[in-house]
C-alpha cells in the first residue's frame, strides 16, 4: 500500500484495519520531515531520539499494617491480609 497524501491516510489506515493478514505501508513524507517514532538502531521505543526525560520516580516506602505487620504497598486504603484500614 502506498500513501502519497495526507488525505489518503484515514482511508488507508481503515483499509489497513479491516484487511485479514499483514499489510506493508510505504507512507512518503516531505524530505527531512521528523517522522516518529525516531528509534535509533540497536535501541528501545523508550529510547526515541526526541522523548522528553522523565524525571526520576521517588521510590515510595511500603506501609505496615498495625494489626497483622504484613507489608503493603503505599496506594492501599486497606491490607489485603487482614482489612484494618492503613
Known sequence: MVIEKREQLK??????IAH???VVVNA????????????????SNAQMVGLVKQPPQA???PIYCSNCGAKNLPTNNFCPEC????
Open 28 to 43: 512518503r513524507v516531505t524530505k527531512d520531515e521528523n517522522c516518529y517514532p525516531m528509534v535509533g538502531p540497536g535501541k
Open 11 to 16: 482511508n488507508a489506515i481503515a483499509q489497513m
Open 83 to 86: 482489612g484494618t484500614k492503613l
Open 59 to 61: 521510590v515510595q516506602e
Open 20 to 22: 485479514d493478514g499483514p
